[in-house]
Each structure stands twice: as C-alpha cells, then as structure tokens.
C-alpha cells in the first residue's frame, strides 16, 4: 500500500508535495520521495523514513520545481531497502521518465521473466520497475501511446503518476482497484492524489473528480487531456471504505465517513448486545462506533486515548521497550471503562494480535464485559491488488471459526457484519467494489500472469 | 507551560523517560531533556524539539541508568533557546543537582535580584534556575531542609523534579496549582509525573496518588519518603482539567474525560440551540461535545479529521506554507457539515484566531450554522502560574463582549458555560480550584514578590 | 575520477569498507556508498558527501556482512544527483548484481543507443549502468563469459568491482587505463582497491599485485580464480602517478612517490633558477619539490600550511564565503616566504587558477619572486579515461603560451618538465603510459564508438 | 586545550566565527560553541563533535549578529559532557555575560569551595565557569574593574574572550601562559584568536600583535580600549611552540616553524647518527625534521603519508577497528623506507604509545634503523595550565631512562634536545618561558591555590 501525488502548478510545487504527502502519511510509513523538474532537470530525493523526517529545508532548496510527484510507502516485510523507494526514474529514447505506484500487479513476475529474457535488466525488487520499463520501452514518441500498451501487458491494480516531458502523467487501471483522484483550480493548477485529503489541503480543488478506471491523463501547458483504455469493470477495494482511507475519503462514489457510520447502524441492528458505552479504536473505526450507538441508543463515549506524538522507531528494543511502544498509542480510560459493559466497534480483525492486545488491556482497565463489533466481514483471502495482508495461515478468519476467534482475543462476544450489510451501507450497486478478501472472488486472478 | 517525570528502578529508565516523555509531549513541543545517574555521575542530554526527534540510539547509550528524571518544554515566545531547555545541573557543596520544574514563580524577578545582589550568577533566563540555586544553596547536608528553605521563599506555582545524591527527590507547591502524581510498583520501582498517562503506560501503577499540595517525596535506597511543608491551600488549575490535561487524567480527584463531558452537558443545558449535528474540536473538546450531544438529543459526529503525522516545523515558509500547515492539522469533513446546522464544542477561547479559522474552514466546507459552545468562561485574565496565555491586550475576552467575539470569530451563535455549572461538573468543592484566569482572583499575587 | 574497493572476508567487512573508502576519500568526496551480501541478501546504502558525513553506527549495523564492495566519486557537474552514485545493482537471471567503476566509456553513448534501441531502460546518467546492463544482459549462467562478453562491446577506460553469487568479482580493462590492486591474506582474505593505501591499512596484504589489464578475477568458497581477456596494451594513465593517486602509491610499476621526487630532480636539471627556497604545493607536489631541492641544492622547505580539518560545505555561501574557505585549505607562512625568492613545486597547471590565487597569496605573504616548476607536461587535451579535466576551452595550456600561462598566473618564471624527463623519471618504457592529456594520442578514441 | 575566537564586525560574523574555529580545530576536537548578540539578544548554540559536524545552515541563520565569539574544546577524559562546553552564559546585573576561556586556573578549587560557600551554585565542572562567575559577581556598572578584581583572585592560565552589553571583551593572564592575538582591518574589524591562522584566513590583518600578559581589551562602537593589570611575568607555554600551535603560528615573539626547525638544526648537532634518511613525523614534526635534515646533510624524505580526511569517530569498535582508525591516520611509504637507516624527528614523546606503534609499523614497512629524535627534552611533569597531560605515572619519561624509553618504544636510537639547546632555538631569553613540564619549575604552584 502506498499513496500517490502530483502537481502542476504555476508556482513551486515542493512544499506542497511535502504537505501533501504528509497528509497521506496514513498509507505509508516506511520510505518517503519527492521528483521534480527543474532547470536542472528530474531531481529526485527519497529515503526511509516518515516525510517530516526525511525531507528538511536544504530538500525544499534542492527540490524546487513547478511541475513534481510524490510517493510514501507501507512497510512491507520482504522490501524494505531504499533501492525499493519510489518514485523511480528512466532514461530512455532521449527522455527522462519518472514514475510511482500505489496498487500492486499479478502478472509481475511473469512479466519480469519476460523482460529478462528480453534483455531487461532490473535495479529494484518492487513491479513499479515492470510499469515503468514497459511505459518507457513502449514510447514512440506518444506518451498515450506507450502508456495503453504498457495497460495492455499489465494485469492488477495501479493507480500511476508520472513525470515526463514537461507533462504531469496519470493512469488508472481499467477496474478502479485502488484510487486516484485529480483536482483542478480556476488559476490551472491541477493535483491528482491517492485520496481528497491533499487535494483540499492544498487548494487545488475549484473542480474536483475521480480518475475513472482506464482513463489516462496528461497535463500539459496546453491544458489537460484525457483517454480511456481497456475494458472498465470497477472493481473498487471496498477495503480502502472500509479502513485505509481516511475519514474524510470520498473516492468513487463513496464517503468513507458516512459508510462507516452507516455499517456501524447496521451492524447494530444485525448483531445488537446489550451494554453500558460503545467505544471505537481511533480512528477508522470512530464513525462505525458512532453509527452503532446511535441505531442502537447505547451511549457512545471515548475509552482509548490516542497518542498525538508517534515518530521514528528506534532499534534493538527489548520486549518490555516494544511494549512500552505499543501501550503509547492507544491508553484505556480506565475512568470510562470501569465496571462497565463496553462495545467496541473496530474496522476490520485481520491476525487478531492487535484486537487481543487492546481487550486485555480494557479489561485490565476495568471492563466488566468487552463486545468486539466489527464494521467488515471476516478477512478470510489475501489480497493480491496492494493491501498488504499476510498469508492465509495468518489470517485468524481464514483458520478459525468466529466462536474460535472470539476465544483466541478473549472478547465477551464478537460479531461481523455480513457482506449483504456493508453493501447495503455503501449505497452503490455491489458489483462496483472488489471483496475478495472477504469472498475470494478476484476480478483479476493472479494465475492468469502465465499468460502473458 | 511543561511536563516533568522522574523514575527510580531497578532497571535501565532511559526509553522509558523517553516514552514517558513521549506520552507528555502535549504539554510542551519546544524542548525536551533527560538527565540520569550513572558511573559517569549525571548525564544530560538537551535540546530543542520533539523527544522523538531530538534522541536517538546513541542517546540512549549515553543515558543509561537507573535514576533519571527528563523535561518538556512549550514555546514560549521570549525563552526559545537552547540554554533554557531543562533539567538545569547545579554543582554546589560538593554535590549534584539536576532539577526539572513545570510552573511558574509569582517572585522570580525578585528573587533574582536579591541573589544578584548576593552575588548570585544566572545562566538562563528562566525561574527554573531560581529554584536550582536555592535549593543548592540552602543545602547543608539534608536535602528536605533545604527544598523546605526554599519553599519559603518561591512564591507561585512548582511542581519539581530532582536527581540529588542517587536520590529521586519531587515537591509541589502548598497551593498545588500544577499537577503532579506518584506511582509505585509492587516490585520498588517509583515514577513522578506530571499526568498519569506515563505511569500507567510504563506500568510502574500498583500504587498511585497525587502528591499533595507542600508535600515532598524523597526515593533512595531505604525507600519513599514523605514529608509536608507550608501552608496547604488546594488552588488546583482548572484549566489543567478543562484544556491542558490529555483526556486520561486523573489528577487531584478529577477525571478529565469525566468532567469535559459533564461540562458538556452542562453546556446543553445552560445554552441550548437548534442544530443537526454535534462535533468536538478534537482533542480536548471531544468529551464536552459528547456530552452536550448526549444531554441536548442532537447527534454528536466527528466533523474534522485530525492529521496524526506532524512533525518539525520548517523555516522560511510563506504565508501559503504556512496556512498549508494549519490545514493539514485539521480537515473539516465536508460530507458531515455540509447543508448542516452545526454545534461546535470547543475547551476554551484564548485569542480567538484558531476559532475564526476554523469557523471560516467549516463554512467553506458547507457547514450553513455553526454554533460555538464553550466547555470553560470566559479567559479574561492572563495567568501567572505557569500557563503560556497571551497579556490581557490578546485576550480576546478581555476586550470583547461575547456578542463581539461572536462577530469576529464568525459564528452563528456562541456561549460559554458558566463558572458555577463549570464547577458543578467537577463534582468538588470550588474553592479548591485555581480559577483565576476566569475570574481574576489570584491565590497568589504577583505583586506579593516585592516582599522577598 | 572515483575509487572502488571490494573485500572477501572472513568476518565482518563494514567498517573495513568504510576505512578503506576514507582512505581513498582523495579520490572523490562527493558521493559514496558501500554495498554487502548479508543474510537479508543484498544491502545498499550510498548518499552524497564524504564517507565519514554519510555512515553512522546505525549503517555498519546495516552493513554486516562478509562480501562486499564500496565506491566514493568526485564532483562532477552534470551528474551531481544521488541516482547516480554508486554501487548500482541489478535484478536479471533470478541474479542479484551489484558493481562500482572507477574510469569512463568512450562509447558509452552509442552503447546506449543501441540497448535502448534494444528496449533497454536506463535508471542513471552513468556508464557505469552501461556495463552493468550487458553484464546482466550478457550472463547465461558464467559470470566470467559474462564479462568477457561485455569486455568485448565497452572501450575505454574501466576499473570494475562487482558482487555477484556469493562471489566478488573484479575485472580491469585491456589498456589497464586506471588503477586496480588487489590484495590476500594468509588467512584467507581478499581485498580489491584502485589503491594499495586500503590493503596495507587493512592489513589483507601478505601478498599484493597489481591486476593485469584485462584479467578477470572472481572470489568465492573455492579461493581465488583469475581470468584473462582482450587484446593487452598497457595504457596506464600517467596522470594518476603525477597527481592523483595517494604519495603512498605503488600502482603498475611507479612508486608515486620515487616518480615525484625523479621529476623533481629532473626538473631542476631542466629548468634552473637561482632561488632562496624551495616549497611544495603539497600533497601530491611535496616529493617533487624534495626532488628539486635535492637537485638544485636550493633548500626545501614547508612555506604552505594545510587545514587538517575540512568537511562538507555549505548552501548560499557569498563570494567572501567562498574565499574564506579557499584559504583555509592552504596558508601561507609568512615567515618563511617574506623577503625571499621561492621556488615553488606543484603536480600540473589545469586551469591555472589556483596557481593564480596562490601566487596571488604568497606574493601578499611577502614572497620577492616566485617561480613555478611543474613535474608534468602542459595539460593541452582532455581526458576521455575518467579524469575529470574540463573542456579544452577551460584547458589554459591549450589557449596560452607558457610565457602567457606565466603572465596570467603572475609568476616571475615558469617551467613545465618536458615530456622525456617525466617518462625517463618514471623506470619504465614510454609505451605503457597514456600520455594523452599532454599529446593528444589517444589509444582509444571516442569516434570509435560510432562503430559498436 | 582550546581555542578561543571572537569578532567585532561591521557585517555578519556567524561563518567567519565558523570558519575561525574551523583553522583552529587542532587546538580541539571534542566540543565547539558559537555565541553572537543579535536583536535576539545572546545566542548560543554548542554541541559535541568538530565544528564542521556541529554547524549547518540553519545555525548560521540563527547565529547572525556583528559580534561574536567561539571556542573549541580538547578531549579531556573527564569532563566529557555538554554542559561543559563553552561559551558560557551569564545572567546577573541586568546584564548578560558570554565567556570562553582558554588555559587552566591552579586555584579553581579553593575558588569554586569560596564562592560555594558563598552561596554560589556552579552549573558545570569547568574552572571557566569560575572566571564568568567572578567577572559577573564583581561587575559593578564597570567591566574592566570587575575583570581587575577577577584577576587578582584567579591564579594560573587564562586566556579569555567575552560578549558583554555589545561590547567584544578579551584579556590575558600576566604570566601570559596561553597565547592570544588580536588583528584589527584599516574598516574598522576587531579579531581576538588564540593563534594567528584566523587572523589571517579572515583577514582582519592590517595591525596584528599579541595581547600583553596582563592586557585587557575592551571592542565597542567608540574603538579599541587597552589596559594593564597584574605584576607581569612572562611565562609563555613552550610547548605550543614545540607541538601545540600551527606551523603557521607567529606567537609572543616565537615563530613555530623557524623555532621547530632551529630545534632541529641544534638536534643534529647534538646528537647525530649515520643514517640515509630523515624523516617527519607530520605535521608539527616537520620543520624540526628539515632541520635536523639541512644541519646533517642527510636527506630528508617524506616518509608517512597522512590521510586528510578525517572525521568524527564511531561507537562500539573493536580491538581491529580502532587499530584501522589509527592506521588510517600515517601509513608508512615502504618504498622510501625499505631497507633504509631512517631518522625519525618528532615533536615530544608523553606516553610513549603513538611512538612504539609508530615505530613498529616503519619497522614492518622495511626501515632496517629507526633513529628518533624529538625537538623537546623529556616531558617529566604534569602541566596545571593548560595541556591535557596525564599524571606523572603515565609520563613515560617521569618513570624510564632515556636508554629504558629507546627499548619499550623499540628504537633503535633516541634522543632529546638538550633544555639549553631548545632555549637557543627560540632565540628569545630563557625566563620568558613556561618549561614546567619539563623542569617541574612551576611558575604559580597549584597549592598557592590554598592561600585564596
């Protein structure tokens, strides 16, 4: 999982990528860039870290630039090195390309092994290098061009900004996987970006829209031009609905705010128990709890406080010291949950570490009773279009039975909504989104990669 | 404004002043220190910034030990340098003292000239030194008596933390105007703090309390203790319970998330209005606006998203840079407030600017009536003991009359509790509360300094 | 201009790479980076500036492992960005490669033409991702047909250290252009250098040689294995042992030292002067100045002080600035110069302007007359070979007369060594050297990349 | 060891401060500090490591200001910390004091027991710490009489710089035992510097002269004012003549380099011995070398090559790291050493350690004879003013013969310049200087220290 951005402005775009990329942070934690054009041509700085910690003032110096994009990056286990940061650059057919991804192709592999034996020869471990070495080998001179044939050959979700030729570049696979979204201002400024959350930050936001799945875009000085490519069948995450978006989010139809105060009503008519408060784990689950509590007219009220101040980790802790970290994010308020039958509304359960950790320590804090409520089904499938789930032998849901899960977290009792519910809430026709992990129905099967 | 904490363990207490400090850092961004005993004698490492950005690994090396006590310190506009950061060292009488202090001495000016005139020297430019050199001064071989020498002559508020002679030595000021708390662990380790939330985090919470007003903790070897000087008269802040605190305080018997949303509902009742929606100004203000939501019937629903990642400022910004920063800290959620008739519930009314801010920013995004509610009078009075408000001329309700501010602020209409359902919701006494800043009378005068 | 180094080891090699980089730091300060094989496979950690700015304890943790190769690279001024800095590595043939290179292609140009032509993307501006693309492109299972492969497509001037399978791999090209060495110990260790300094300091020096031009030697489990390939012509560039290696060289035969000091002596003979001193611009003109001394039986002695201490540099400095830190490199001492008649010692005149400045200085510092002896030959053509002379317009010896050169640098005489001195003070034959920068017979030419 | 710099300017001061230490980084590399007066009032920034690692850009903008002054400190093996790096602040009589100090006070104990028991609280471990004390205590609306009245109560070696009410301060003990030198510009700048190097790369040169002993400067807007006070008695610090200072170094009437290289000339003739070359031990050993080479017309060579490149040091290394570290620093050139009778001239031999291991390695690099010959007689008593030499137990020549000192550091000869030789050398009468370290004729006893 990673967040995007781009702009193309009449003034320096730097410390806007900067502000916007932090207002992304959520998505990506790990390795922060930034690629400019200037007088001096791409300049690209990037690196591990949070983007407050890796960019400074000597970054906004070097950095400076009217058209540039930006990219933050989850931490993933396998691929944690710096070579693996984006965005990435090309030099191909007299032309500098640089490029970011957020989303993640099925047929990488296969196409790796076919670019190698073509010749290819690949400086990273991530498939952002597949997009951009196809993108770069397909150019002919049109940028469209190479861009539908790049689409043509890769399979899965991407969501792609691009540098190029004086141009701001974007494209979007043709199901809609993850998002991107593109705002204009009356002055020509134009920002596309994982979510809304920079684009209204930033300012550029006099006409706001989702790219649509297979549209290409191209800013150029004569304006903006957009294309369409591939056969489009949305297939959006429901997951990014669900929990990774913002709550401020509205892509593709839906706000994740009102979606998840919606699934929280729902899932208090299907799953009703009865209690003294309903709590949320902040902050994705906030709407859903307040959704509950209001269908369920239970009171809501804060029982965890959450930690503003989270920077950098350090190395060689101890067990204690990694405690000692995980207890500052999230305090119990024990004078809120003392003696009290308490629901808790979260997003989603994905290895159940975290939500067995949180209901030992409420109970610790004085929760006489401890009801898990959760606003997503059970996360049964991997994800293969971004999410970085585990491996299904990590996945609680796809191992054991939800009496066995509530067990194993030590909830009073524990419940889902189903599938039919948070549909209901989206308030969209079901086909649109992607739910494979909860159904393991996948729009774009990873075996099909032999193919290619 | 600061926050203090000290630790005497069995054990290494470096990571955890820091993630104590951590779990403080809302009460002070500008500076952060940690000093320990170790067989280098005491070590102390300072400087500005976040805790998270000022150490590193190294930092702990250095830090290693088993009594220590760290610092954070707010901006404040005339003090920003380095060598007003804290814990302050003192070498006298062939001793070590390392000292840390939140609060703010009514008779620090005179006291300064009269050890000017004695031949004092000063270092720094803040109190803090005041209460280092006599408390060293009067050292003659028993630390209580000397804290007691002192305690004499500091007129205002201090709650103060020690290193002296492998000791962990703590005191507060008869009036306890700022707050400070102990606990114990069943296997002897103790820690001091300015909140809980350290405590409770670092687990060192089998037995905790307040430290009473003129009491003084001494920890070494043979164990704790107590001792009590001067005359008791309770003045704790109640602005430390309305703003400052986090929302899991528990200090001298008031529970802050308890008492913000018993605030709340007083609020509803003193000042009702016709509205949609209900939304808190986060952190602070979010158990008020429940509680008015829960008293009034009117749905409370989270209206802005908070950014969780900010980190370090940056010089040089333009006027754009910096309203970029400003947004990003808040982003009203358009979705929640937009065709809506909003109550805003917000802690407290300082200057003025951060409200019209945000009342402008919820327009824009929809809002058609925003209405102010207040959990706290109005602040007509700049405060003496240790809470960075602005002179009477920035004060807004200093200058204005309610009907005024509500013009300049922008909203549709706007009230604040009164003092008496303020103090009803605290469920104590009045008159052990502080509430100068509302009302202008001071436990302890300023002027009462001439006298030293 | 850079410096490559590999070491096969026995036990940990991080800090032996970052040593033995410091060591060769004259060689290039504005990039560097070290790259090792480490049970999370390969790790890669490179930025801007100096060896010591750039790793810190947190790198070598990073860093363990026991194979593993560095580079550091000069200024150069089109290619200042960190994507270009090496080690650079590659993915192909399921292969990690990972290779740094001190020289440069001349058909660097074509070579990419034709891989792009071929779909290659390029991710740098550097050759050096030339060679490592036909060395991943061109493997089929044997690293060393790989190379010779690649071998027979690049011309010009390559000193290559590569990681590959467990396996360090080195390989130097058929005119031996710049320096390569390498080194083992008796216990089993081997270490690969454009220098000896890093052997000799690391102590992997019980038997040391140069590499042949065109050998090829790999490094794994089964010892040392060495390969040959290409048509030999010893091309040594002569500029490495006038100016840019270490005093302490021992590179192709030359003792850089005993060649300075032959050159000096021979100079004397050449071009007399009847002087009080003689002084050295040190450090690479100090033995040429003994030399001269020695010769002339003028005494020699130290009337330029140098700054032990300099680091990087720093953004906005004004033109005093600039001055300020020219000066303190190199100080004059008065009171050996006033009143007296120097002969001053120095490697070559490029662009004449520190000679200009210096002399400048020294005549400020109360030198009567300053006469200037040069141990090699008038720069007149540029390097294609890696070193990183400028264009011939900035060339002043190919625009100016010696009488000329001598007027805009202000010196009361001017001599340069004729071209059979400096060959007769290296012991060796005229034909092994590449001379080109002083007659313009290039062995390699560029036109010839037309024809790859 | 330190080194003191202060300027008063018509223009920013910030980076020629920088640039100042920076020349005088020899003098001390553990901690650096920079105060300025701005509209800001004092502003200090200090911090462990080389100035090149301390400063940044940022500091400078914050540092602006046209006075200033700066300090660098030796490693000092127990007083490692922060808090006792200097300038240090001082805040009494409405005034601020900035101080930074140079040399070692014999009495500072006895003053530091005074002042305590005067109620004075000391915030470091440092004797300069004493001096700001005293200069503030006795400021009574004059500076000049608070420094008289300082001076009359500190004993020992002082050489002293200050920020006080815009004015630059400086004055110098009347023994005159640590060097300071003040250089003036025909526009009006003022330098005070521990060495003349900054003097002269700043170029504030137009009046150069030392301070007298006893000499205070005071630098405000009405010029440049100069008093006297204390009985004089010269006792300047031979060994910055003979190791401390630059070679550059123009101090009391003593040129380092002249004298190091007389030192060598009445070595040679002192005690010769048949051998094929001399060589230095760089960089203060090298005119001493020169000498004694011209003297005995034996050859001097450049034998040890210095690596330029060194920056701060790293935690945590071994045994093998910290000998490549030291390795790192000389290595020995085989090529002239092999198989030759060498002389070796240093500075001084304390310990005893650098000298073996030197020894051991030239050894190793081929010398078949290695002769030292040092250009001080044997260092037998600890010096109380200033230099960081270690107890008695530690001198190598407190406790061995000369013939005992030859075999543990393995030469194969070894002498000293005679008292008297050394003494002619400086071509200045004998009781100017300070030989206590090593005649144990000390000047002002450390146990006057008990009449205070």
Redesign the interface.
Known sequence: MSAIIGIYSNSDVS??LF?GL??L??RG?EASGICVYNEDGV???KGNG????HF???S??RLSGKIGIGHVRYATANKP???NAQP??????GKE?ALAHDGSLVNDEAL?QKL?D????????IDTEVI??LV??SYDGDIVEAIKKTMDKIKGAYSVIMLFDNKLVAFRDPNGFRPLIIGESADGDTIIASEN?PI????INDKVRDLEPGEIIVVDESGLHSYHHGDVKRQHCIFEHVYFA???A?LDGV?A??FR?RCGEVLAKEAPVDADLVIAVP?SG??GA?GYA?ESGI????GL????????T????TQE?RE??V??KL??????LKGKKIIVVDDSIVRGTTSRNLIKRMKEAGAEEVHFRIISPPVKYPCYYGIDTPSRKRLIAANYSIEEIRERIGADSLAFISMEGMLSASRLEEDVFCKACFDGNYAVWPEESDEV
Do not use: C, W
């Not at 350090?314 to 802790?317: A, E, L």
């Not at 305090?331 to 809120?336: C, K, R, S």
């Open positions: 410390k806007k502000y932090n207002s942070q959520h934690q300049v690209l700085d949070l983007v407050y910690d400074d003032d000597s906004f110096e090195h710096v070579y990435l650059l090309a030099f191909a057919k390309f790796r190698s073509d010749g290819a020869v690949f400086q990273t471990a951009l070495s770069a080998k959350a209204e930050i930033i300012g913002r709550n401020d509205n706000n705010y009102n105060r902050d906030t709407p307040m209001q009171p809501f009220a804060e406080v959450k930690n503003r101040y989270m920077g950098r350090f190395i060689k802790t010291e000692l970290a207890k500052l305090n119990p308020l024990e004078t809120v």
